[in-house]
């Protein structure tokens, strides 16, 4: 019989940029299993009202809790900053998510210095990493920008040479302006982009600065959360991975293998190989292979991570 320590991690996301918070996890929390959502029929999140982006929150945490998952990570800035505060009112198990991890990262990194916060509009437009710094620390301020432009990028893989660096550029121009002395990749998708903008953050304010991942800071903190719980799995061996997603585009298998880091089964039945993007600490290879699964159809994710679709 299956512990509820042994039951699966649930990560759910607008879309595939969650995966690069899965790929964390699987890093942070090896032998953890894992099910992962991508609402991939509904995306992007940040352009919709707060009250829809509540109303498919709920409907993605609930297949996830249908799964039988131990908590939630919401893989979403857009949600983390709307919904996080309902979806742990109606829903009876953890709950976490991406911003207060990332922020309280920034805030240990910034040693009291303005931070500034790169992120989609929507998750701008918000004002949750001001709240969440705030919360920690009442003298460091921050300054967000939406980049909009490096989302696009990370999804067609375009992440070296000069357009990616222009782009970042022109993003964190304003932000070192303002002082910032830590950059927080408050997207998903950013992570992909993360040498082009260290890079020109570095020639920016004149050397390097800290780049707050956010990813790998929910990671640590969602490692810590199963411990002190006594959530964690008491498994040694790898974990397994479940992509369910809402829709099936014709580049799902190479844009999901680039976030993830992994092969990815696609709609056609293929494995793509993933673009290696190695984190910060220079990792990226070496992670244990994906332990076979078989559904009821026989299918078997040996040869690359298998992908279900549902509907929501």
């Known amino acids: 019989m299956t512990s509820h320590g042994d039951a699966p991690l649930g990560v759910f996301d607008s879309g595939l ?36 982006v509540v109303r498919y929150a709920l409907g993605c945490a609930r297949v996830l809790i249908e799964r039988g998952v131990k908590a939630i990570v919401v893989a979403c800035n857009t949600v983390s900053a709307v919904a996080l505060d309902m979806l742990r009112v109606e829903l009876d198990l953890p709950v976490l998510g991406v911003i207060l991890p990332g922020a309280r990262a920034a805030v240990a990194a910034s040693r009291g210095a303005t931070i500034g916060v790169l992120g989609t509009a929507g ?3 918000s ?37 990616p660096r222009l782009v970042a550029r022109r993003y964190l121009e304003p932000l070192i302006g303002a002082g910032a002395r830590s950059i927080v990749l408050g997207c998903t998708h950013f992570p992909l982009l993360r040498a082009a903008i260290e890079a ?27 411990a002190e719980r006594g959530l964690a799995t008491s498994r040694s061996a790898p ?30 039945g293929a494995s793509r190989s993933p673009t290696h993007v190695a984190d910060g600490a220079g990792n990226g290879a070496g992670r244990p292979p994906i332990r076979p699964e078989t559904d009821g159809a026989g299918r078997s ?5 298998d992908v279900e679709q549902i509907d929501l």
Not at 26 to 47: H, K, M, N, Q, S
């Open 301 to 305: 994710g040996a040869q690359g991570v």
């Open 17 to 52: 940029g969650g995966l690069t918070v899965v790929r964390a996890l699987r890093r942070r929390c090896p032998a953890e299993d894992i099910v992962y959502l991508g609402d991939t029929a509904r995306v992007p999140y940040g352009t919709r009202s707060p009250e829809t």
């Open 127 to 163: 004002g949750a990493y001001p709240r969440a710094v705030a919360s920690l620390s009442t003298r460091t301020e921050v300054a967000g920008q939406a980049a909009p432009l490096l989302v696009s990028l990370a999804e067609e893989g375009w992440v070296e040479g000069e357009v």
């Open 200 to 226: 020109e953050t570095a020639a920016l304010a004149g050397g390097p600065l800290p780049i707050v991942d956010s990813a790998s800071a929910t990671a640590e903190e969602v490692a810590s959360f199963l």
């Open 239 to 268: 974990g397994s991975l479940a992509l369910l997603v809402t829709d099936l585009p014709k580049s799902f298998a190479s844009v999901a293998a680039r976030f993830l880091g992994e092969p990815v089964v696609g709609g056609d």
């Open 123 to 125: 998750t701008i437009a």
